[in-house]
């Protein structure tokens, strides 16, 4: 399975609007981080998990032809807030997009995405297929497992895709998940800075710490903010953990 890091960004990305942020990158455009959102490719499936404010950049930059899954984490803005370019792939896939998600998430994206949906739908207007995921499901050639967790004030489900755990906004998990997570190869956790510790994201150090207690052989952290100096960071880290960068792109088994 390949994973090509379509954002690894926090909610207001790297650098914000406005250009605050902007000399920090230093010349490394792995320090300029869109929204989060990944895309898994086996044999038989393109899934993307998460759909930000810069879904269409990300697509057409990485090359995302075709869409037969999308997951997402939990219905915050900076993983929901393209959906709408979803509509593209209506028409080169000629149907709906399939979507799975938590319960609330869908009568989230019902709410904000009210002209997508029922009587009114707006012609034209992007055609999901979206069903709840609360168990282990097969699809094609892929084993996906809901990894639920807590994001401070709500709840957020990450996805583990066959050797593949993905988990953005994380502060607390409980350790049911963690059971689950365990034995994969590969982990994407959040971290959102070096410190101090934040309501409702995992720190760097923290999230070091869960990716050792679980014993992972390869971790990615996600979701920085602008303070977050990639080259800087790297050093720091264990060798087993890494920042990942937009459009960063590895092999899982
Ligand atoms: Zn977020
Ligand atoms: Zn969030």
């Known amino acids: ?3 090509t890091f379509l954002g690894t960004g926090t909610s207001m990305g790297v650098p914000v609007a406005g250009g605050f942020g902007k000399d920090m990158i230093d010349g490394d455009p792995r320090n300029q981080r869109t929204r989060c959102s990944v895309w898994l ?3 038989d499936s393109s899934i993307v998990i998460d759909v930000g404010p810069e879904f269409r950049i990300q697509t057409i930059r990485s090359g995302v032809d075709r869409i037969d899954l999308v997951l997402i984490t939990h219905e915050h803005m900076d993983h929901i807030a393209g959906l709408d370019d979803l509509r593209s792939y209506n028409y080169m896939q000629k149907g709906p997009v399939p979507l799975l998600t938590t319960k609330q998430v869908i009568e989230s994206i019902k709410t904000r995405f009210d002209y997508m949906f029922g009587e009114n739908k707006y012609p034209g207007s992007t055609s999901l297929d979206m069903n709840v995921i609360d168990k282990p499901k097969t699809f094609r050639d892929v084993e996906i497992t809901p990894l639920p ?3 401070g004030y709500i709840d957020v489900t990450g996805y583990r895709v066959n050797d593949f755990s993905y ?14 997570v365990r034995g994969s190869k590969v982990l994407v956790l959040s971290g959102l800075r070096w410190g101090p510790s934040h309501p409702t994201h995992l720190t760097i150090p923290e999230a070091v710490e869960v990716a050792e207690e679980l014993k992972i052989p390869k971790t990615y952290l996600i979701h920085m903010n602008t303070y977050v100096n990639h080259e800087e960071s790297n050093r720091r880290l264990p060798p087993h953990v890494r920042l990942a960068y937009d459009q960063l792109e590895i092999t899982i088994g």
Do not use: L, R
């Open 41 to 43: 490719q086996t044999e």
């Open 149 to 151: 967790y807590n994001h």
């Open 1 to 3: 399975m390949k994973c």
């Open 167 to 180: 988990m953005t906004d994380v502060k607390e998990i409980p350790e049911s998940t963690k059971e689950k």
